[in-house]
């Protein structure tokens, strides 16, 4: 550029160079190069002799392959053919051979541009174990407003595709026009001349709701690019993974649990395309979805059963536990295998899966005890419980005072009201602690008659004030009545 711009100042070959310190042909050289170019330097062309004898070859491989060879199985075939190069080489040689084709064959997409309230997609995702379970997290979102709902299951089977599927509408707040998705079997039983044959009951189910179940074409990523956004970024904050740090789930309630706080913290903030968050947009998409029937779709959740007062329902003569909270409700039951799925479909925010058991027979109930809540103490359980200031004062002197009144009360010791107010008046002279291990020590002992307290009190070092003598228990200062046989007769 200096020998350039010391040409057009001084207009002559000899004193360009004598001004930029070169030779007179130099400054020909590069003048007559910018005058061929039409303006400006030439773009330098890097000559590789010894792959462009095989470009031809390469150009070959790479139409053949619709431009998808790896450019080190080209360079071994090329070492085949005599090739002296290097695999560096190779791999350019490739690569502009790659851009040369796709220039020429690649597919030329148009942004979709979306509608409120038109359309939905929806895509499964591998997901955590739980309790050593696999588990499928489905991925549901609105094309306009770009609001994510994730649901977690247990499998793709049509009854829980129908459960997750209400489930997001319900979050959605309505129904749009349209439901896309994989050809997954519940969705697509067979292709005919390219044209995906529906599964019947998936028909039925968006029928029930008002929305068009539509499949994705295969091998398409513009019609499955935000769906599988969804599923990745679900798998990413949920799956446990050395990157995220997550921890294992203890139970399917905890999975749920996160999943909704993913979508709440992903609904909420700014998207990266619109500028808005998702939440915000769907105040306004709501407008244009359809409203959805109060009942949901139940045709494929199997037989109804009553919930008994005893939080348990009959199929095939065999009783299963529930959650107690739904006692009096309607569950849907059916068989899954070797399992049996119990669903909850008037829950307020959709159908939901509230229990699994293994499949048995009459006469051998499946009862779990989570479905209960914590079972009162029985016979042998039972602990002192405080009714009375004096009761309660005597229980708060320690663990040793509820363990003696236990052990005192089954042996059926006498004038329990009296020692334990003895043993509140102890400790108050004496302390808590320290009457508090001489009861320990009498219901070890298994001492509860009079005045053992206080013996064991000063066995132990303590100076016991004495209380007024009474009766021995056994012996007793009134007079009989044996003298009055006869009055009267």
């Known amino acids: 550029m200096e020998i350039l ?12 160079a004598e001004l930029a310190g070169c030779d007179h042909k130099t400054v020909a050289h590069w003048v007559r190069a910018r005058d061929e170019a039409g303006g400006g330097l030439p773009v330098a062309v890097r000559r590789r002799p010894r792959v462009d004898a095989f470009a031809e070859k390469i150009e070959e491989w790479v139409d053949r392959s619709r431009g998808r060879i790896r450019a080190d199985v080209c360079h ?43 359309w939905m997609q929806w895509d499964y995702g591998d997901g955590p174990k739980v309790a050593g379970r696999s588990t499928v997290l489905f991925c549901a979102w609105l094309a306009w407003s770009r609001f994510r709902v994730i649901v977690p299951l247990w499998d793709r089977t049509m009854p829980s595709v129908v459960m997750a599927l209400d489930r997001a509408l319900r979050a959605f707040g309505g129904a749009p026009t349209y439901a896309l998705t994989d050809n997954e079997r519940t969705v697509s039983i067979d292709h005919v001349c390219g044209l995906a044959v529906r599964n019947p009951r998936i028909v039925s189910v968006g029928r029930h709701y008002g929305l068009t179940v539509a499949t994705c074409v295969p091998s398409d990523p513009e019609s499955k690019g935000g769906s599988e956004a ?33 979508c709440d913290r992903v609904n909420t903030r700014e998207h990266r395309v619109t500028r808005r968050a998702p939440a915000v947009m769907l105040a306004e998409e709501r407008a244009r979805l359809h409203p959805l029937p109060r009942v949901p779709h139940t045709v494929c959740f199997g037989q109804t059963r009553k919930v008994s007062w005893q939080s348990t329902i009959s199929v095939g003569g065999a009783i299963y536990s529930v959650p107690s909270t739904l006692v009096d409700e309607r569950v849907w039951a059916r068989s899954d295998g070797d ?26 109930p499946s009862i779990r005890d989570e479905h209960y809540p914590p079972r009162p103490p029985g016979a042998l359980e039972r602990r002192p ?34 020692k334990i107010a003895e043993a509140v008046a102890l400790a108050k002279l004496h302390g808590s602690d320290q009457v508090d291990q001489a009861l320990a020590a009498a219901a070890a002992a298994g001492r509860f008659g009079e005045g053992d307290l206080a013996a064991i009190l000063a066995h132990r070092g303590g100076e016991v004030i004495e209380f007024p003598a009474r009766a021995s228990e056994q012996a007793s200062l009134q007079r009989s009545t044996r003298s009055w046989e006869g009055f009267g007769a």
Request: glycine share 10%.
């Open 230 to 262: 969804t599923v990745r970024i679900a798998r990413a904050d949920l799956v446990s993974t050395e990157h995220n740090l997550g921890g294992e789930y203890a139970d399917f309630g905890q999975l749920e649990d996160a999943c909704v706080e993913l």
């Open 76 to 118: 071994q075939r090329l070492l085949a053919m005599g090739y002296l190069g290097s695999e560096r080489t190779t791999r350019r040689a490739v690569a502009q051979a790659k851009r040369r084709w796709r220039a020429e064959h690649g597919r030329r997409t148009r942004p979709w541009v979306t509608e409120p309230g038109l």
């Open 339 to 364: 399992e049996l799925v119990i669903v909850h479909a008037d829950s307020p925010g959709g159908p939901r899966e509230i229990a699994r058991h293994a499949l048995t027979t009459p006469g051998r």
């Open 385 to 418: 419980r405080a009714g009375t200031l004096e009761e309660q004062a005597f229980l708060a002197i320690g663990p040793g005072a509820a363990e003696w009144l236990t052990r005192a009360a089954a042996a059926g010791a006498v004038r329990l009201r009296r």
């Open 5 to 16: 711009e010391a040409f057009d100042l001084t207009g002559t070959l000899r004193g360009a």
